[in-house]
């Protein structure tokens, strides 16, 4: 391992004081699009709501969903162009829907998947029992009477968002040339309709679900708590799930709505968790995918890793900075791309860097050097030039970095707070954190000269 002494924590270098201007800056940049960008979701959305409310008018058992409002503020704090997941529930009562669950799982998602069982006497059920969302048992012996089918209510939504979309326009109750539906194919999990607002072009991808009563552990654990306003996990739970099609058969669990509100929660505390967020996914649109939306990080992955950074640094001081927060984040983030792990934040055993065909070492390098020197990546103007500065790391930080591969308790504040003072970036007086890095630091020589 490198290095034979372990400094004292850096809290901020001369240099670095005179550089955190460029982090706000760049922020100011980017907040300045903020309220462009939410009326031009706004609009887009309304398109999107009247044609919805077209499809509940023609099959009253689709649901128009107005509650859900965390989109809007999602799309502001991104600069990256994802297509937007817009659900259309279903307006079945879940109490007398059976979720039976199959060990298998969708294959680059991790989730498990499930089917969804009508239970036998339960009344008032006809309009979904009908051969067009619906599938017969043929086993008698059988809880449920048949099954709710993915692939039957997509045939279903598609063909009536066609109706809606021909109606809407005939009636004049969108605007000419507003949406386009030509990716709307047989087939897909999603249903893809692109909605132009201004000069904007926002895609949404239209998701039947079941909304349903059920337990996702990860909301109960004790160190999710460390890191969110009190109280909010308990409401979040109180949700339940969304299901969503897998498959033409099956089912899984949608955690999008779960995780956008815990995300909501973060921006209730003080500190710069969202700001240092929004820096990130406007680096990374610019700087890791080359202006590129292919086979790069995406702004859920960078969600998450701001998930696990809140929770690994819980102290309202770890945020008071804003470039130290973007560290904190950083430090999670390279972590996770030398590993080639990055735990899904509510199921960790599901790895989200898994058969996304992701040039994982090539993002590492890209990420490494901007957390190495990030100057060149904040200018925006002219007037931000100033003279390089020398790297903050050496070349044994990917060592470093890969540690929890081997062994798992390296997941912890303590080794990322050793690694943020390699950064330069440990701000943090209190003297138990201190003495755990430094015990890790102690760890890190110890295992270096076992192995040299």
């Known amino acids: 391992m490198p290095g034979s002494e372990m400094p004292a ?17 760049y922020l100011l940049a980017i907040q300045s699009r903020e ?3 939410v009326q031009d979701y706004q609009r887009a959305e309304n398109i999107l709501l009247t044609v919805l409310e077209r499809v509940h008018a023609l099959d009253s058992r689709f649901i128009v969903d107005y509650s859900r409002d965390l989109e809007a503020f999602q799309f ?72 709710l089918v993915p692939s039957k209510v997509l045939c279903v939504l598609k063909d009536l968002l066609v109706a809606a979309i021909v109606h809407c326009k005939h009636h004049r109750l969108i605007p000419p040339g507003s949406l386009n539906a030509a990716n709307l194919k ?31 552990p990860a909301l109960e654990g004790a ?36 995780l956008s509100r815990l995300l909501d929660a973060l921006g209730s505390l003080p500190g710069h968790r969202l700001d240092s967020l929004s820096i990130l996914d ?16 995406t702004f859920d992955h960078l969600k998450t890793v701001l998930l696990w950074a809140s929770t690994l640094f819980p102290a309202p001081e770890d945020w008071a900075d804003l470039q130290g927060s973007v560290y904190r984040q950083l430090v999670v ?46 200018r925006i103007h002219v007037t931000h030039l100033g003279p390089s500065r020398p790297p903050r790391i050496d070349n044994g930080v990917k060592a470093l970095l890969q540690l929890p591969a081997s062994d798992p308790t390296y997941w912890a ?28 630091f102690q760890k890190t020589k110890t295992m270096g000269n076992e192995n040299s």
Request: overall charge negative; proline content about 6%; aromatic content about 8%.
């Open 282 to 297: 406007r680096v990374n649109l610019e700087s890791w995918q080359g202006g590129s939306q292919n086979h790069g990080l």
């Open 76 to 147: 502001a704090l991104r600069s990256s162009e994802d297509p937007l997941d817009v659900e259309v529930p279903l307006g079945v009562d879940s109490e007398a829907l059976l979720i039976e669950e199959s060990e298998a799982t969708e294959p680059g998602d991790g989730l498990a998947i499930c089917r969804l069982g009508v239970l036998k006497e339960s009344s008032g059920l006809e309009p979904w029992v009908t051969a067009d969302i619906f599938s017969v048992s043929s086993e008698d012996r059988d809880k449920c009477c048949g099954h």
């Open 9 to 25: 924590p850096c809290v901020f270098a001369p240099d670095m004081a005179d550089q955190v201007p460029l982090w706000h800056h």
């Open 186 to 216: 047989e087939g897909q999990m999603r249903l893809s309709l692109l909605v132009s607002s201004g000069w904007r072009k926002i895609r949404f991808n239209v998701v039947p679900v079941v909304r349903k009563k059920h337990r996702v």
């Open 413 to 440: 504040t303590a080794y990322f707070d050793f690694l943020l003072d390699k950064f330069q970036v440990f701000n943090i007086q209190d003297k138990d954190r201190i003495s755990a890095m430094q015990n890790i």
């Open 333 to 378: 983030l390279l972590c996770c791309l030398a590993t080639r792990k990055l735990p899904h934040f509510l199921y960790p055993e599901h790895n989200l860097l898994q058969d996304g065909g992701l040039d994982l070492g090539a993002i590492y390098q890209r990420v490494e050097h901007f957390a190495s020197q990030p100057e060149e990546s904040l």
């Open 223 to 258: 160190q999710l708590k460390l890191g969110f306003p009190e109280g909010i996990l308990r409401r979040i739970t109180s949700l339940g799930v969304d299901l969503v099609p897998a498959n033409a058969q099956h089912w899984r669990i949608s955690t999008g709505y779960l």
């Open 35 to 37: 309220s462009p960008r």
